[in-house]
Nanobody, 116 residues
Framework: QVQLVESGGGLVQPGGSLRLSCAAS????????MIWYRQAPGKERDLVAL????????NYGDSMKGRFTISRDNAKNTVYLQMNNLKPEDTAVYYC?????????WGQGTQVTVSS
């Protein structure tokens, strides 16, 4: 079965960095676009970044451009999110997602807290 497991979250000070990972299994990882979302308390889930199966295409939410970088290692079935210059407003649960034949599969999420 499809499984997505996020890791790498934690508490970081403003201006700091974190690298999130999402380990995938149960499907042909190299064939699918992978997407990171985030959800802050009381807010809707927002797109953070996506990367195409062949890594040629990446897209970012407006507030993440220039600070976040999405990448993937198809040999390791893992997608990454490098987050730099973190701000308190980046505090959220971060999820990875894959859409397979019209169905969305989500991981359990990893908490990122940016606070001094």
């Amino acid at each position: 079965q499809v499984q997505l497991v996020e890791s790498g979250g934690g508490l970081v000070q403003p201006g700091g960095s974190l690298r999130l990972s999402c380990a995938a299994s149960g499907f042909t990882f190299s064939s699918y676009t992978m997407i990171w979302y985030r959800q802050a308390p009381g807010k809707e889930r927002d797109l953070v970044a996506l990367i195409s199966s062949d890594t040629r295409t990446t897209n970012y939410g407006d507030s993440m451009k220039g600070r976040f970088t999405i990448s993937r290692d198809n040999a390791k079935n893992t997608v990454y999110l490098q987050m730099n210059n973190l701000k308190p407003e980046d505090t959220a649960v971060y999820y990875c997602k894959v859409r397979i034949r019209g169905y969305d599969y989500w991981g359990q999420g990893t908490q990122v807290t940016v606070s001094s």
